[in-house]
């Protein structure tokens, strides 16, 4: 596979609650990437990580979205108060670094919203 | 800011016809460019890249060559088949920005027996 694993697979939660979703990539060391795969929007860029720190948070559509990893290794991505429009499939990805220049994408959490 | 367009699905082909898939960009520097599919219930994966002008990515008999000149890296394949049946994404990365990849809108490709 491509050595992500997501969880949950599929989350249904009522409008307002707060949800948790988390990427598990193979080995720890990678920077990881959180994409969101919408209707309207098509697939766009959340947030990115080089080790713990995330240098570049401009695409996390509003200040309820919000992520962190640890150790290098498992990232969290919290949505507080979810709305409606956040329905849609959550992807990570892992880079293996050096210049292959390419991301592995884990199979998605389906997120709805209710 | 980065953009890439591709051409507007779904395309229908019958098995063992040519496919194109038009893909351009915009973007400041020198970006590299990809192709991903997702192939019915399954996740996004790579299915070629190229890192500079001029040079063709191949995988599965798809190709595609980045073009600097146009901006383009359209895919091409010479006879699909109906396991090919498919979304594919045109994607640039841009070296300079972090390394995160802008996405195309996608282009569901049916192959039909």
């Known amino acids: 596979g491509a050595g992500v694993s997501q969880s949950p697979s599929n989350k249904v939660t009522e409008k307002g609650k707060d949800v948790e979703l988390r990427c598990d990539p193979i080995s720890g060391h990678t920077a990881l990437y959180w994409y969101r795969q919408s209707l309207g929007q098509g697939l766009e860029f959340l947030i990115y990580f080089q080790g713990n720190s995330a240098p570049d948070k401009s695409g996390l559509p509003s200040d309820r979205f919000s992520a962190e990893r640890t150790g290098g290794s498992v990232s969290t991505l919290t949505i507080q108060r979810t709305q409606q429009e956040d329905s849609a499939v959550y992807l990570c990805?892992?880079?293996?670094?050096?210049?292959?220049?390419?991301?592995?994408f884990g199979p998605g959490t389906r997120l709805t919203v209710t | 800011g980065d953009s890439v367009t591709q051409m507007e699905g779904p395309v229908t082909l019958s098995e063992e016809a040519f496919l194109t898939i038009n893909c351009t960009y915009t973007a400041t520097g020198y970006p590299s460019l990809f192709w991903y599919v997702q192939y019915p219930g399954e996740g996004l994966q790579l299915l070629l890249k190229?890192?500079?002008?001029?040079d063709k990515g191949s995988n599965k008999g798809f190709e595609a060559t980045y073009r600097k000149e146009t901006t383009s890296f359209h895919l091409e394949k010479g006879s699909v088949q109906v396991s090919d049946s498919a979304v594919y994404f045109c994607a640039l990365m841009n070296n300079n920005a972090g390394n995160m990849l802008t996405f195309g809108g996608g282009t569901r490709l049916m192959v039909k027996p």
């Open positions: 990805a892992r880079d293996p670094g050096g210049e292959t220049y390419e991301q592995y």
């Open positions: 190229a890192t500079k002008a001029d």
